[in-house]
């Protein structure tokens, strides 16, 4: 196999074991949008499922529908909806959905009209992200419509939440802002008479650092799979999470080349004295960024090395000097650390991003290869 990224099931059980112990009093929701942040929604969602998640959350409903087909029962919720839904198929599948403003709950009815049973709503508020949810200023409204709603029976309002813009930066004056704004949403929506069964606004970094912010539910994404939302909270290790992906490739060449050789496209590396050469067959074809050229590291015989020279579409190049390898070797881009390997963390600091990107952006080229899975039925 060219490459892999090998997902811990057992090691994603174990965070989402680590977060419902950060937040007791509350639901989990393992959030597997994205193809569960590229490490695969269907088994990730199933492992959540075994560990305690009681909740599944995806933002597109194509991706809720793709679990509901792949044999998920469970309360799932689907947030980011644009005109022609699919509602009428959510509502089918019994999916929660997610509703920011009046033109989303009259797509929802017209679906309840068409199912002929009735939907599960959560209204969204945008309580200071500035991205989707109904503004404060539009609230009364939209509660109005749903309590009207739900008291002819078309629908059920299951849930208020919101989403937090700079929870990654404890003490940000936003974040209290936005709780306190959340809390009177909430309680406004509770006096006109709406009775949600869950009431959330946390995401990772609320989850680790802010108790006041869980309510009913946490919707945990990037720690479920073992990365730190931020440098400033502390490493995954320091947060007690354990990365779930490990990537890696099998070098595709290695050989001597005398010293001023240059290296990959535009030459930016010249070897400096004669040396050996490997070649890593993963590129940014595969998700690896471009702007790791000269900056990446990866663990090949025992050592970490820094990507020689451009990063091409399939392949890079890393200069061992004068260590032994062989082809066929393992080159070790990130993983947990264990074995000296760099993290996803690392990766995302050498290239100027956030660690999110670097497990999200792997693609479908590089086959997923699942270890540490349960016996059972989990949904
Ligand atoms: C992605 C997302 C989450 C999960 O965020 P993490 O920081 O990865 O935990 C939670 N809620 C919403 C609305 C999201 O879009």
């Not at 073992?226 to 931020?230: H, V």
């Not at 990130?334 to 000296?340: E, H, L, M, S, T």
């Given at each position: 196999m060219r490459a892999r990224a090998v997902v811990d099931l057992a090691a994603l059980r174990a965070n989402v074991r680590a977060l419902r112990a950060r937040a007791p009093r509350a639901q989990l929701m393992a959030v597997v949008k994205a193809d569960a942040y590229g490490h695969g929604a269907v088994p990730c969602a199933r492992a959540a499922r075994q560990a305690g998640a009681a909740w599944i959350g995806t933002a597109t409903p194509e991706e809720a529908l793709a679990l509901r087909a792949a044999g998920d029962t469970g309360r799932m919720l689907c947030w980011l909806w644009t005109p022609g839904g699919p509602f009428r198929e959510a509502v089918a599948a019994d999916i929660d959905i997610s509703v920011s403003g009046l033109w989303a709950l009259e797509e929802v009815l017209a679906a309840v009209r068409a199912a002929g049973r009735p939907a599960r709503v959560q209204l969204k508020i945008?309580?200071?992200?500035?991205?989707n949810g109904c503004t404060p200023a539009d609230w009364e409204k939209l509660v109005a419509a749903a309590r009207e709603a739900e008291e002819a029976g078309?629908?059920?309002?299951t849930g208020v939440w919101s989403h937090f813009a700079?929870?990654?930066?404890?003490?940000?004056?936003s974040i209290r802002a936005q709780l306190a704004v959340f809390r009177d949403a909430v309680a406004y929506a509770e006096a006109q008479g709406l009775d949600p069964e869950v009431r959330h606004l946390a995401n990772s970094p609320a989850t680790l650092t802010l108790p006041e912010s869980h309510f009913d539910l946490v919707r945990t994404g990037v720690a479920m799979y073992?990365?730190?939302?931020?440098p400033e909270l502390g490493t995954s290790a320091e947060l007690g999470l354990r990365p779930v992906m490990t990537l890696s490739a099998s070098l595709a060449s290695v050989k001597r080349v005398p010293a001023g050789h240059g290296v990959s496209y535009g030459h930016l590396y010249t070897t400096p004295a004669e040396t050996t050469l490997a070649l890593v067959p993963l590129g940014y074809a595969d998700g690896i960024p471009r702007s790791a050229s000269g900056t990446g590291q990866v663990l090949v015989a025992g050592k970490r090395r820094t990507v020689a020279g451009r990063v091409a579409m399939d392949q890079f190049v890393v200069d061992l000097g004068d260590d032994a390898a062989a082809v066929g070797d393992e080159a070790v881009l990130?993983?947990?650390?264990?074995?000296?390997e760099p993290t996803a963390e690392d990766w995302a600091e050498a290239t100027g991003t956030i660690a999110y990107e670097v497990i999200t952006?792997?693609?479908?080229r590089v086959p997923r290869v699942y270890v540490g899975e349960e016996e059972g039925p989990g949904a």
């Open positions: 945008d309580t200071g992200l500035g991205r078309s629908l059920r309002v700079c929870a990654d930066e404890p003490g940000h004056p073992g990365i730190s939302p931020s990130f993983g947990p650390g264990d074995r000296g952006r792997i693609t479908g």
